[in-house]
């Protein structure tokens, strides 16, 4: 979880110096994650059976407010399924590192700018679709939808 919170310094001493309502204009947050996994279990009926797997790794992120406000992000993404039929976890998301930059600013057009930079090490978006990926994606859906919906006794 990121949590930022800004200071504004008091109304009294806004006007009273202009170096001191800088230092508030130059907000500066960096913070680091070595990394985050998610595991999507379908564990409808008792199966526990594996289906996705996303790692974010590396997770870099820089906020900085001057007139207006800019927040940078560097990491590594990488996405897999579990083949039911290999056995196996594959890939559907080759590990691949992204910047991604968020600018906002009330004077300039446009006013919210996002940008997203593929790494030079890493110049191509490698996504694997498969049949199996697809089927089990579809599979798990259906699962879901069945165990939450409501059964004709409920109402």
């Known amino acids: 979880f990121f949590f930022l919170m800004i200071r504004r310094p008091p109304r009294s001493t806004q006007s009273r110096s202009s170096a001191a309502s800088d230092v508030y204009k130059r907000q500066i947050v960096n913070t680091f994650f070595s990394g985050v996994q998610i595991v999507v279990v379908n564990d409808a009926g008792g199966a526990y059976a594996p289906v996705l797997?996303?790692?974010?790794?590396?997770?870099?992120?820089?906020?900085?407010?001057?007139?207006?406000?800019?927040?940078?992000?560097?990491?590594?993404?990488?996405?897999?399924?579990?083949?039911?039929?290999?056995?196996?976890w594959e890939p559907f998301l080759e590990e691949n590192s992204l910047t991604i930059t968020v600018q906002s600013s009330e004077v300039s057009s446009p006013r919210t700018l996002i940008q997203i930079e593929m790494n030079q090490n890493?110049?191509?978006?490698?996504?694997?679709?498969?049949?199996?990926?697809?089927?089990?994606?579809?599979?798990?859906?259906?699962?879901?939808?069945?165990?939450?919906?409501?059964?004709?006794r409920d109402s």
């Open 53 to 88: 797997e996303v790692s974010i790794s590396e997770l870099d992120l820089f906020l900085t407010q001057l007139d207006s406000i800019k927040l940078c992000a560097g990491l590594t993404l990488e996405g897999s399924y579990y083949n039911l039929i290999a056995s196996r």
């Open 122 to 152: 890493t110049p191509v978006l490698n996504l694997n679709i498969s049949e199996e990926l697809i089927l089990t994606i579809v599979n798990t859906m259906k699962t879901c939808l069945l165990y939450t919906s409501p059964s004709p």
